[in-house]
Nanobody, 124 residues
Framework: QVQLVESGGGLVQAGGSLRLSCAASGRTFSSYARGWFRQAPGKEREFVAA????????SYGASGKGRFTISRDNAKNTVYLQMNSLKPEDTAVYYC?????????????????WGQGTQVTVSS
């Protein structure tokens, strides 16, 4: 199983920025895209962004659009999530995940491998 490891989370003030990284530490197999999701306490896991490995095409959830940017480094098998203009509502555990099929990327149910998550806390 592919091991995905998120990093870069932390505590920031509203309006600040964070850059999250997601690196694969195990064998990568048939990953067509990598996405970011987040989950706040008591809420469902929410799609944040995704990027395809081949063409670098991106998709964004409504919450982060215009503030978040997803990017990739294919050689390093690493995906980044640059988060700007952070709001307290962005507070959540952020997870990265790999899709082996590249379909249904907005759904948590369509991803095959998940990282352990990294906590992002945005204070007022």
């Amino acid at each position: 199983q592919v091991q995905l490891v998120e990093s870069g989370g932390g505590l920031v003030q509203a309006g600040g920025s964070l850059r999250l990284s997601c690196a694969a530490s195990g064998r990568t197999f048939s990953s067509y895209a990598r996405g970011w999701f987040r989950q706040a306490p008591g809420k469902e896991r929410e799609f944040v962004a995704a990027i395809s490995w081949s063409g670098g095409m991106t998709s964004y959830g409504a919450s982060g659009k215009g503030r978040f940017t997803i990017s990739r480094d294919n050689a390093k098998n690493t995906v980044y999530l640059q988060m700007n203009s952070l709001k307290p509502e962005d507070t959540a555990v952020y997870y990265c995940a790999d899709s082996t099929t590249g379909v249904g990327l907005l759904s948590t149910r369509k991803y095959d491998y998940w990282g352990q998550g990294t906590q992002v806390t945005v204070s007022s």
